[in-house]
C-alpha cells in the first residue's frame, strides 16, 4: 500500500469556540449521513506547501467528525518530479510543455502507485496534478472520484491541460479556490467553489501573546523596540522579496528605525530557490536591519507565528498568487496586511477595509508608512481582517464543504447547505 501518514488526533470541539454555533451544527448534522464513511486523500507530499499544511488538520477533524479518512503519498523519482513541476508551470501559463518521454514517465509512475492502492473507499480525493491520473487504473471503482486543484487554471498551456483532460473528465467533481481558476475547457466534471482554510489551533496559527512572540523573535536578533515589517514566504520570484526590499528602504527614509525580515523555507533540493535565495540575500547589500531567515536557521510554525505577531505590518507583495494562505495567517492574528492585488489575495483582501492591496513596491512603502503613522487606525483594519477569516477562512468552514459535496454525490439530503458550482459538462 502507499505509504500512510500519521496526521494525530484533532477534536471538532476545540473549534467550538471560534466558529459559530449554527456552523458546527451544520458539521454535525452533515456528518451524521456520513458515518463510518472511507475517505482517501491522495498527495504528491507530506512536507511543504499548501496541501501538506491543510491536510494535517482536514483530515484528523473528519475523523472526528465519524468519517474514516486517511491520507496516503504516492512515490516519485527525480524524473517524475521533473515531469510534474512541468505540468504545474505550464498548467499556470508557462508555454513549455511536457516532452513525450515525460509524459511517459508520467504516465508510469501514476500507474506503478495505483498499483499500490486498494479500491475499498467511499470517498477518492485527488490533490493537484501529480497523481491524477490514478483515477485510469479504477475504471468500474464504486467511490467517488473528486480531484482538488490547488493551483490557477486560468490560462494553461493547452497541449498540457489536453494531455489531462481525459482522466480529469472521468472524476465526478472538481474543486477549484476561486470562479477565475476554472479552465474554459470542455470535458471536465462538475466543478465546485471553495477556497483553502487555515487551523487556528496549529502552533502557527494559536494564540501567541506579545511577550511570548517579542521573546521569540528577539532570539533571532531582532530588536524588539523597534518596528518590524515581515514577509513569511518561499524565495520565488512571484512572492517578490527583491521588492519588499525597495519597498522597506523607502519606508526607512521616513522610519529610520524600522527592521525587514524576510522568513522563508527552503528545500535542499530546490536549486531554483537557492538561486533566488542568494539573489535576495546579494540584493539586501549586507543591511544590518533585513534579516533573511529560513528554516536552515530553525524556523518553524512556532517562530512563524512569532514573526507574524510581532510585526507591524505583515506584508505579501505577490505578483502572482494561487490563494495566500501567509495573508490568511497575518490578518487572522489581527495584523495589519499589505498585499499583492493578485490571485486569491483580491478574495481575502478588501482594500481600504480590511488591509492594503498594493500593485507597487512604491505602493507598499506607502501602506507601510501608513501604518506606521498611525497605528491604532492601522488596528481597525486588521480587527476587520481578523472578522473576516474567522467567518470564511478557517478550517470548520472548510470540513463542511466537504461534508456537503460528499452528501451531494451520494444523493442525500444536505437541509438546505449549498456550494457554489460552476457547471457540469
Ligand atoms: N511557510 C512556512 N515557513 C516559511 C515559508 C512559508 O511555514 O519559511 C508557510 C506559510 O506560513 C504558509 C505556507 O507555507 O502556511 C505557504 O502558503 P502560501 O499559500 O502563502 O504560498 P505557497 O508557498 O503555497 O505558494
Given at each position: 500500500?502507499?505509504?500512510?501518514?500519521?496526521?494525530?488526533?484533532?477534536?471538532?470541539?476545540?473549534?467550538?469556540?471560534?466558529?459559530?454555533?449554527?456552523?458546527?451544527?451544520?458539521?454535525?448534522?452533515?456528518?451524521?449521513?456520513?458515518?463510518?464513511?472511507?475517505?482517501?486523500?491522495?498527495?504528491a507530499t507530506a512536507f511543504g506547501g499548501g496541501v501538506a499544511e491543510?491536510?494535517?488538520?482536514?483530515?484528523?477533524?473528519?475523523?472526528?467528525?465519524?468519517?474514516?479518512?486517511?491520507?496516503?503519498?504516492?512515490?516519485g523519482?527525480d524524473?517524475f518530479f521533473a515531469a510534474t513541476k512541468t505540468i504545474h508551470n505550464?498548467?499556470q501559463?508557462s508555454?513549455q510543455?511536457?516532452?513525450?518521454?515525460?509524459?511517459?514517465?508520467?504516465?508510469?509512475?501514476?500507474?506503478?502507485?495505483?498499483?499500490?492502492?486498494?479500491?475499498?473507499?467511499?470517498?477518492?480525493?485527488?490533490?493537484d496534478?501529480q497523481?491524477?491520473?490514478?483515477?485510469?487504473?479504477?475504471?468500474?471503482?464504486?467511490?467517488?472520484?473528486?480531484?482538488?486543484?490547488h493551483i490557477?487554471?486560468?490560462?494553461?498551456?493547452?497541449?498540457?491541460?489536453?494531455?489531462?483532460?481525459?482522466?480529469?473528465?472521468?472524476?465526478?467533481?472538481?474543486?477549484?479556490?476561486?470562479?477565475?481558476?476554472?479552465?474554459?475547457?470542455?470535458?471536465?466534471?462538475?466543478?465546485?467553489?471553495?477556497?483553502?482554510?487555515?487551523?487556528?489551533?496549529?502552533?502557527?496559527?494559536?494564540?501567541?501573546?506579545?511577550?511570548?512572540?517579542?521573546?521569540?523573535?528577539?532570539?533571532?536578533?531582532?530588536?524588539?523596540?523597534?518596528?518590524?515589517?515581515t514577509q513569511v514566504s518561499r524565495f520565488d520570484p512571484w512572492k517578490d522579496p527583491l521588492g519588499v526590499i525597495?519597498?522597506?528602504?523607502?519606508?526607512?527614509?521616513?522610519?529610520?528605525?524600522?527592521?525587514?525580515a524576510l522568513v522563508g523555507s527552503m528545500a535542499h533540493d530546490d536549486p531554483e530557490g537557492w538561486d533566488y535565495y542568494n539573489q535576495t540575500v546579494g540584493y539586501a547589500?549586507?543591511?544590518?536591519?533585513i534579516y533573511i531567515l529560513s528554516n536552515l536557521n530553525n524556523i518553524g510554525?512556532?517562530e512563524v507565528?512569532?514573526?507574524?505577531?510581532?510585526?507591524?505590518?505583515?506584508?505579501q507583495k505577490s505578483i502572482k498568487e494561487g490563494?495566500g494562505l501567509t495573508?490568511?495567517?497575518?490578518?487572522?492574528?489581527?495584523?495589519?496586511?499589505?498585499?499583492?492585488?493578485?490571485?486569491?489575495?483580491?478574495?481575502?483582501?478588501?482594500?481600504?477595509?480590511?488591509?492594503?492591496?498594493?500593485?507597487?513596491?512604491?505602493?507598499?512603502?506607502?501602506?507601510?508608512?501608513?501604518?506606521?503613522?498611525?497605528?491604532?487606525?492601522?488596528?481597525?483594519?486588521?480587527?476587520?481582517?481578523?472578522?473576516?477569516?474567522?467567518?470564511?477562512?478557517?478550517?470548520?468552514?472548510?470540513?463542511?464543504?466537504?461534508?456537503?459535496?460528499?452528501?451531494?454525490?451520494?444523493?442525500?439530503?444536505?437541509?438546505?447547505?449549498?456550494?457554489?458550482?460552476?457547471?457540469?459538462?
Amino acid at each position: 500500500m502507499l505509504q500512510l501518514i500519521n496526521v494525530g488526533n484533532k477534536s471538532l470541539l476545540d473549534y467550538g469556540t471560534i466558529a459559530s454555533r449554527g456552523l458546527m451544527e451544520e458539521i454535525r448534522r452533515l456528518a451524521a449521513q456520513l458515518e463510518g464513511k472511507r475517505v482517501l486523500h491522495l498527495s504528491a507530499t507530506a512536507f511543504g506547501g499548501g496541501v501538506a499544511e491543510i491536510l494535517y488538520a482536514l483530515v484528523p477533524l473528519m475523523r472526528d467528525a465519524g468519517l474514516d479518512a486517511e491520507w496516503r503519498i504516492i512515490r516519485g523519482a527525480d524524473e517524475f518530479f521533473a515531469a510534474t513541476k512541468t505540468i504545474h508551470n505550464a498548467l499556470q501559463g508557462s508555454p513549455q510543455g511536457l516532452t513525450p518521454d515525460q509524459e511517459q514517465v508520467y504516465r508510469r509512475f501514476n500507474e506503478e502507485n495505483a498499483q499500490d492502492l486498494e479500491d475499498d473507499y467511499d470517498f477518492v480525493i485527488v490533490h493537484d496534478p501529480q497523481p491524477a491520473f490514478t483515477i485510469e487504473r479504477f475504471p468500474s471503482s464504486p467511490a467517488r472520484w473528486i480531484w482538488r486543484c490547488h493551483i490557477d487554471l486560468s490560462t494553461p498551456n493547452q497541449s498540457v491541460l489536453d494531455f489531462l483532460l481525459p482522466a480529469l473528465g472521468r472524476y465526478d467533481a472538481a474543486i477549484f479556490h476561486m470562479n477565475e481558476y476554472v479552465p474554459a475547457a470542455a470535458g471536465l466534471p462538475p466543478s465546485y467553489i471553495w477556497p483553502p482554510a487555515i487551523d487556528p489551533l496549529t502552533p502557527k496559527n494559536m494564540a501567541l501573546s506579545a511577550e511570548d512572540a517579542a521573546y521569540i523573535v528577539d532570539q533571532f536578533g531582532i530588536d524588539v523596540e523597534r518596528p518590524l515589517l515581515t514577509q513569511v514566504s518561499r524565495f520565488d520570484p512571484w512572492k517578490d522579496p527583491l521588492g519588499v526590499i525597495d519597498a522597506y528602504r523607502e519606508v526607512k527614509e521616513r522610519f529610520p528605525e524600522v527592521q525587514l525580515a524576510l522568513v522563508g523555507s527552503m528545500a535542499h533540493d530546490d536549486p531554483e530557490g537557492w538561486d533566488y535565495y542568494n539573489q535576495t540575500v546579494g540584493y539586501a547589500q549586507g543591511d544590518p536591519d533585513i534579516y533573511i531567515l529560513s528554516n536552515l536557521n530553525n524556523i518553524g510554525g512556532v517562530e512563524v507565528n512569532a514573526f507574524q505577531v510581532h510585526s507591524h505590518a505583515v506584508i505579501q507583495k505577490s505578483i502572482k498568487e494561487g490563494f495566500g494562505l501567509t495573508v490568511t495567517e497575518g490578518l487572522w492574528k489581527t495584523r495589519p496586511t499589505v498585499a499583492g492585488r493578485v490571485g486569491g489575495i483580491v478574495r481575502q483582501i478588501q482594500d481600504g477595509e480590511t488591509g492594503w492591496l498594493v500593485d507597487s513596491s512604491a505602493q507598499c512603502a506607502d501602506a507601510c508608512i501608513e501604518i506606521l503613522r498611525d497605528p491604532s487606525e492601522a488596528r481597525l483594519r486588521a480587527l476587520k481582517g481578523k472578522e473576516y477569516v474567522r467567518r470564511n477562512f478557517l478550517m470548520p468552514r472548510l470540513l463542511r464543504d466537504w461534508l456537503v459535496l460528499f452528501n451531494t454525490l451520494l444523493g442525500n439530503d444536505t437541509a438546505g447547505a449549498e456550494l457554489a458550482v460552476v457547471g457540469a459538462a
